[in-house]
């Protein structure tokens, strides 16, 4: 096994102090998802401080990270984000080391599971259950526009639950930084059924594209499937761009009225395209009975809570993953002399923050982001 880097940990964080991390510090005790750029195993420390504790280890192979630029510079971006963000409803990044072949990310293990596979068993949810999951995710995205970070990639799959049932958002290879108010961007990007038109239309885009996200995914949340869907992609984007939203009778007036307001194509107009931002979608009626402050404290009892037996539960979890023994595959190496390696490293130190993601599994027509084990 090669070296690890010796990482300095923040009080932050799990462990204080200068300890020596590396992956025979961790059991593997389940595989939770894999993908293309590697494996999600759910672990236990065994080693140092919080030894015992479980948590989600994300190794991510290097070789196929360099092998697109754009891949790289997601890695970088997300790697940045992690430094900025530590929010109650976005995930915990605990630890980051690498081998010669390999990079490690060590999350908080959220054994809610994701919110999609929740939304598959209902089918739909009440208004009231979805208010919960959209106001708390309202707060994780406000708090990311405050730090210039639009998100990019709101979906069900995206969106997990912690013990108690409280949102925890993830993935954040799609995020772009240092958007302010009067700066668009211009990468085509996201999951078409959630995506806003004007990133379809590549006509340049800001932080409201997160909030026409919120409104697909609340219309996903209370009739079953996102507001426009076709045979194809092509069919799906004429839909997102011309076809009049249908709003099924048995919606609330406040629901109906919030869905309009975030499912504009003028982004301008479009609600939380203000100064406001999260506070204009904050205090639109179908919100009235959140008390934001008790929300944000988690005092609020969600509408859901995972019956578990134990910390190392993965019944919230695909079988498809859980049922397969936990290997990981002897680290490649050969890259660590590569002009790729040096990039990649300059990528992975010190996080001195905790904040990460957990990647969900999706069938659904997405651009890949190179965090995204799931895909």
């Given at each position: ?22 992956p ?11 993908g293309?750029?590697?494996k ?21 192979k ?9 891949d ?30 390999k ?18 068993r ?17 707060m ?20 997990m ?39 379809l ?9 997160d ?67 999260a ?25 859901f ?21 936990p ?49």
């Amino acid at each position: 096994m090669d070296d690890c880097e010796k990482i300095e940990i923040s009080e932050d964080n799990v462990n204080q102090g200068t300890e020596n991390i590396r992956p025979e510090c961790f059991e593997l005790l389940r595989v939770l998802g894999k993908g293309g750029y590697g494996k999600v195993f759910q672990v236990k420390k065994v080693v140092g401080a919080a030894a015992g504790k479980i948590f989600a280890m994300k190794v991510l192979k290097k070789a196929m990270i360099v092998r697109n630029a754009k891949d790289t510079a997601h890695t970088k971006a997300e790697r940045n984000i992690l430094e900025e963000v530590k929010h109650p409803f976005i995930v915990d990044l605990i630890y980051a080391f690498q081998t010669g072949g390999k990079l490690y990310l060590i999350l908080e293990y959220l054994s809610g599971g994701e919110l999609f596979m929740q939304l598959e068993r209902e089918g739909i949810f009440m208004e009231d259950t979805a208010c919960f999951y959209l106001a708390e995710i309202s707060m994780a995205l406000g708090h990311l526009h405050q730090k210039g970070i639009i998100y990019r990639d709101l979906k069900p799959e995206n969106i997990m639950l912690n013990s108690q049932g409280h949102v925890k958002l993830t993935d954040f290879g799609l995020c772009k930084e240092s958007i302010h108010d009067g700066t668009v961007t211009h990468t085509f990007c996201g999951t078409i059924e959630y995506m806003a038109p004007e990133i379809l239309m590549r006509s340049g885009h800001n932080r409201a594209v997160d909030w026409w996200s919120l409104g697909a995914l609340m219309y996903d949340m209370l009739t079953g499937a996102p507001p426009f869907t076709g045979e194809n992609r092509k069919k799906t984007i004429d839909k997102i761009l011309k076809c009049k939203l249908s709003l099924p009778p048995y919606l609330t007036q406040e629901a109906r009225d919030l869905l309009k307001r975030l499912l504009k194509r003028n982004a301008s107009s479009r609600l939380g395209a203000g100064a406001g931002d999260a506070t204009e979608v904050q205090a639109h009626p179908f919100f009235r009975h959140i008390n934001w402050e008790d929300l944000l404290a988690r005092k609020v009892e969600p509408p859901f809570k995972p019956f578990l037996q134990s910390a190392e539960d993965v019944s919230q979890f695909d079988s498809k993953f859980t049922s397969q023994t936990p290997v990981d595959s002897p680290d490649d190496s050969t890259l660590s002399e590569s002009p790729g390696q040096s990039i990649i490293s300059s990528l992975f130190l010190l996080f001195p923050r905790p904040a990460s993601h957990l990647c969900p599994l999706t069938n659904r027509a997405s651009v890949v982001s190179p965090m995204s084990l799931f895909l």
